[in-house]
């Protein structure tokens, strides 16, 4: 009886060899190319997926073998945006968002990952993405207060990190990324002070507003603290675009018979200069001549509405959106770290163009 002779093992169709074979490069070369790490020739890469096109090769969602560094701690890829506390409408009107969603998009499209947004709104109700087992970390953005029980031991449980402000109240694993208010108000007195201003003001018309309080608090201290005259005014606005009328109230807080008007004004954000310069020219001032403005976040749709042009404070907010997702990573492939982490991004002042 003759003995059978094993023939030579063939790659299976289409499998990743076939593809490196027809593409004339390794096996390695190929899985690197389908992960997108880095380290592969842009030349390569074409040419690996042009073979895959041809071929109709489509990579299986989850492979066999060890994870690349670059995936440990992911079982999809995708990483859920969760806005708390409005609803859709509000969320792309927040000052903040697009220059946040820009960073957590660039850095989420570097790393290979699919962003998922959803809001999870006053009235409570759970979207799908926050309950789906197809998400492995969350980026939160907007008022915790407002999370509801069930959606805080949903978070507890789970790889998050907080945007902006708020969240310490959730779970010890929940990594937050901020801003430094406290820094901005300091920048925003320094500035004037440096430029001679010996009276100053500072003006909110959101008087309710968080950050925006802590901002003009942090101001009128350090200018106090430095032997300037410091007058604040508040109003009373509570949705997002407020009235000229209001405006209108808080200058004249200011400047409405005034022996000593102040000449140096700190705006709590950028959001509220077109109507701040409006009120502070129909009240017969001129800028800069007789009142020189500082502003904060460096909203070019605000900005360039204003002629002059002030000085504003960028908060960073496309490098929080990306340290927010590279932080998420780490979190996945950290899990049984326990300290929680918190990062600043300093503000910096961005120098009036026109003046």
């Known amino acids: 009886m003759e003995a059978k002779i094993a023939s030579p093992s063939r790659p299976k169709k289409n499998s990743l060899a076939v593809i490196a074979q027809e593409a004339g490069v390794s ?4 899985s690197r190319v389908i992960n997108k790490m880095p380290g592969v020739n842009s030349e390569v890469v074409r040419q690996v997926q042009d073979v895959m096109t041809r071929m109709g090769y489509q990579p299986p969602a989850r492979r066999p073998g060890p994870k690349p560094a670059s995936r440990k701690g992911l079982k999809t890829g995708n990483i859920l945006l969760l806005a708390v506390g409005v609803n859709t409408a509000e969320l792309y009107r927040l000052p903040v968002f ?16 699919n962003l998922v947004l959803a809001t999870l709104e006053p009235d409570g109700f759970l979207p799908a993405a926050l309950t789906s087992r197809d998400i492995d970390g969350t980026l939160l953005l907007g008022d915790a207060d407002t999370l509801t029980p069930q959606a805080r031991t949903i978070l507890q449980d789970a790889a998050c990190v907080g945007l902006l402000r708020g969240y310490d109240e959730i779970g010890t694993r929940i990594d937050r990324v901020v801003y430094d208010n406290l820094a901005v108000g300091r920048l925003a007195a320094e500035y004037l002070l440096e430029r001679r201003h010996r009276c100053v003001a500072a003006i ?15 101001f009128g201290e350090y200018a106090s603290a430095n032997n300037a005259q410091v007058v604040t005014a508040a109003g009373d606005a509570t949705g997002f675009w407020p009235t000229p009328e209001q405006f209108g109230a808080v200058i004249d807080q200011l400047y409405s018979n005034s022996t000593n008007p102040p000449t140096g004004l700190f705006v709590a954000s950028d959001a509220q200069l077109p109507e701040v310069y409006r009120a502070l020219r129909s009240r017969g001032l001129t800028l800069p ?3 020189e403005i500082i502003s904060c976040d460096n909203q070019e749709e605000f900005l360039r509405q204003l002629a002059p042009r002030p000085a504003t404070i960028d908060l960073g907010l496309r490098m929080i959106g990306r340290s927010g997702v590279r932080q998420l990573l780490w979190r996945l492939r950290n899990p049984g770290e326990r300290n929680r982490i918190t990062m600043v991004v300093e503000p910096v002042l961005v120098p009036p163009t026109d003046q």
């Open 204 to 218: 909110n018309v959101y008087a309710k507003h968080a950050a925006f309080a802590t901002r003009i608090k942090a």
């Open 27 to 30: 096996a390695s070369t190929v």
């Open 98 to 113: 697009p220059d946040l969603i820009h960073g957590i998009e660039a850095s989420v499209k570097e790393s290979g990952l």
């Open 289 to 291: 001549k007789d009142v």
